[in-house]
């Protein structure tokens, strides 16, 4: 190897050590305790008593909360975009404006969560319970909701637009004004008594997937199927 290879080697080398040593140098504190703007990303946090905790404007991004107690905490503009929150609680928590962006919270409890404005595009969310949640604005395009329950949940200003709202329960959640449904899929989404006159991107074929009742209002221009499609509720 010429001494001009060797010299470009040799650059590469300490161009790639130093870049390891910045990356490190910039890396999460997985072992800092919680804090306002903690830096836990990409950390380890699995099966933990974290109740009450101040996280608000943590970096949690790509953390492991698997079946973590982060009950009462306090997540407010937090970032936990593709966080793991499998069986976690996030119950009473306050994550206002928190960025829940592709997290994966399959059976997660989220009941009683103050989360306004927050984001959840495009997150797993399937058989979690919102159940008396705050979810005024919050955004849900694109998310997986099979079977979630919405039982008195402020669903104000909501967003579902192209989410999976697959058997999920509405029909205890509280709201005024609109929600938005565009191409939302609702097979045996649970409607009964909700007054969705003012709902948005309403179809009639969601509206014949769904299951609603006498009490059910409709935006002008749907009307409910001769026979609603409900099957009792199973698990």
């Not at 499998?86 to 119950?91: D, E, G, I, N, Y």
């Not at 192209?162 to 097979?187: K, P, T």
Request: with cysteine; proline share 3%.
């Amino acid at each position: 190897m010429d001494s001009l290879a060797l010299s470009a080697a040799a650059f590469l080398l300490v161009f790639a050590t130093s870049v390891f040593t910045s990356s490190a140098a910039e890396s999460a504190d997985c072992k800092s305790s919680s804090a306002a703007g903690t830096d836990w990303h990409d950390c380890n946090k699995r099966q933990l008593m974290l109740g009450g905790s101040d996280l608000e404007g943590a970096n949690l991004v790509n953390t492991d909360f698997t079946l973590t107690d982060l009950r009462g905490a306090n997540l407010a503009s937090a970032n936990l975009e593709k966080a793991t929150l499998v069986r976690a609680s996030l119950a009473g928590a306050k994550a206002d404006k928190a960025n829940f962006t592709r997290v994966e919270a399959y059976r997660g409890n989220f009941s009683g969560i103050s989360a306004e404005n927050a984001s959840f595009v495009s997150a797993e969310l399937q058989r979690t319970e919102f159940a008396g949640a705050r979810l005024m604005g919050a955004d849900f395009e694109k998310a997986e909701l099979g079977r979630a329950n919405f039982d008195k949940a402020v669903l104000t200003g909501t967003q579902f637009p192209m989410a999976n709202l697959a058997r999920a329960d509405l029909s205890g959640a509280v709201f005024e004004g609109s929600i938005d449904f565009s191409r939302a899929f609702m097979f045996l989404t649970r409607i009964e008594s909700l007054d969705l006159s003012a709902a948005k991107g309403l179809q009639q074929e969601q509206i014949d997937l769904a299951c609603g009742d006498a009490a059910t209002k409709l935006p002008a221009g749907l009307s409910a199927p001769a026979k609603w499609p409900c099957p009792p509720d199973d698990d």
